[in-house]
C-alpha cells in the first residue's frame, strides 16, 4: 500500500521559514515524479512545485525565488524548504506522486498518490 506522509507543517510569522517533509513507502521512488500542492479554505488546489526523477523542477510563479523542491532517493523522502514566508502562503500542503516523467508537473489530476496534508499558516 503506497503511502506518503507529510511533516513539518506549522506556524509562523512573515519572513520566516518551514521546511516540509514527505515520507513515502514507495518501492521505486527513484522513478516517481513528485510535487507539493497546497489549498487555502474556499480556493482550489494549486500546484506550488514538482520535481522530477531526472531532478529537472518547476514552480508556480508564486514562490519562485523563495520556495526550493528537492527529493532524497535514498530515503525515499521529498522535502519542500520555505523561506520569506508571506501571510499569502497559509494553506494545507500536500505532497503527490506519480510513475514516471510527467510532462505537467503541477496539475493534479496527474498524480495518483497523495498525502493527508500539513497546514502551514502564516501570520503578518
Known amino acids: 500500500q503506497v503511502q506518503l506522509v507529510e511533516s513539518g507543517g506549522g506556524s509562523v510569522q512573515t519572513g520566516g521559514s518551514l521546511r516540509l517533509s514527505c515520507a513515502t513507502s514507495?518501492?521505486?521512488?527513484?522513478?516517481?515524479?513528485m510535487a507539493w500542492f497546497r489549498q487555502a479554505p474556499g480556493k482550489e488546489r494549486e500546484g506550488v512545485a514538482g520535481?522530477?526523477?531526472?531532478?529537472?523542477?518547476t514552480y508556480a510563479d508564486p514562490v519562485k525565488g523563495r520556495f526550493t523542491i528537492s527529493r532524497d532517493n535514498a530515503k525515499q523522502t521529498l522535502y519542500l524548504q520555505m523561506n520569506s514566508l508571506k501571510p499569502e502562503d497559509t494553506a494545507m500542503y500536500y505532497c503527490?506522486?506519480?510513475?514516471?516523467?510527467?510532462?505537467?508537473?503541477?496539475?493534479?489530476?496527474?498524480?495518483?498518490?497523495w498525502g493527508q496534508g500539513t497546514q502551514v499558516t502564516v501570520s503578518s
Open positions: 503527490a506522486a506519480d510513475r514516471g516523467r510527467l510532462f505537467r508537473l503541477l496539475v493534479s489530476s496527474d498524480y495518483n498518490y
Open positions: 514507495l518501492y521505486t521512488y527513484s522513478t516517481y515524479s
Open positions: 520535481i522530477r526523477f531526472d531532478g529537472s523542477t
